[in-house]
């Protein structure tokens, strides 16, 4: 069984650029989280894809969006970068629409992304 | 505000010793509830989940949920120097999203 991945590892960007962060989910999942982690913080959910469809999004501006794609990996793009940017963004895999399952939204979490925005 | 909480530590526990990590929520619409570790400079690792009142025992790790006083609880026996880390309760509401407390470090000392 394949764990979720994320891609670069690190990334080092200025202020008013724009990124795109990737992620795989686990092998059999179809739905994707999206969370970003300040320093000293518990993450924070930014949005969730289920079957290439936005399922909720948190607190965050337009300019963080997402996708999904048919092989359920997705991308987080990040327009307008700012210092307060600067975090660890972790995508997290599940397997959702089962209701009535006790552990359809148990989340597993990628590696992460260090995203410092200069 | 729905909201999670957990004091931010350090709790510090000798080896051997049970460490007893404590979370509140405020919604008491929440219907799932995890416990992560996560290593300095790693990401969280889901190492319990619970769902319904009472206990549930996974090796070493024991989940605790009490829903009418909204808390739930991670105990672990038997503590060695690798379970030092933070340890984050999140709770969920539905399925689309978790909601973290700040977390708890753990030391545990030889």
């Known amino acids: 069984e394949t764990g979720v991945t994320q891609s670069p590892t690190h990334l080092i960007k200025t202020r008013g650029q724009q990124v795109t962060l990737r992620c795989s989910s686990q092998?059999?999942?179809?739905?994707v989280s999206w969370y970003q982690q300040a320093l000293g913080q518990g993450p924070q959910f930014i949005f969730q894809?289920?079957?290439?469809?936005?399922?909720g999004r948190g607190n965050f501006p337009p300019r963080f969006s997402g996708l999904q794609f048919p092989n359920y990996s997705s991308e987080l793009n990040v327009n307008a970068l700012e210092l307060d940017d600067s975090a660890l963004y972790l995508c997290?895999?599940?397997?959702?629409?089962?209701?009535?399952?006790?552990?359809?939204?148990?989340?597993?979490f990628g590696p992460g992304t260090r995203l410092t925005v200069l | 505000q729905k909201e999670v909480e957990q004091n931010s530590g350090p709790l510090s526990v000798p080896e051997g010793a049970i460490a007893s990590l404590n979370c509140t929520y405020s919604?008491?619409?929440?219907?799932?509830f995890f416990w992560y570790r996560q290593y300095s400079g790693k990401s969280p690792e889901l190492i319990m989940s619970?769902?319904?009142?009472g206990d549930k025992e996974d090796g070493r790790f024991t989940a605790q949920l009490n829903k009418a006083s909204q808390y739930v609880s991670l105990l672990i026996r038997d503590s060695q120097p690798s379970d030092s880390a933070t340890y984050l309760c999140?709770?969920?509401?539905?399925?689309?999203?978790?909601?973290f407390g700040t977390g708890t470090r753990l030391q545990v000392f030889p």
């Open positions: 997290a895999s599940s397997l959702g629409g089962l209701v009535g399952m006790s552990s359809y939204n148990e989340q597993f």
């Open positions: 092998s059999g999942h179809n739905t």
């Open positions: 894809y289920y079957r290439e469809e936005e399922n």
């Open positions: 919604d008491r619409g929440s219907q799932s």
């Open positions: 619970i769902y319904s009142n």
């Open positions: 999140a709770v969920s509401y539905n399925t689309d999203k978790l909601i």
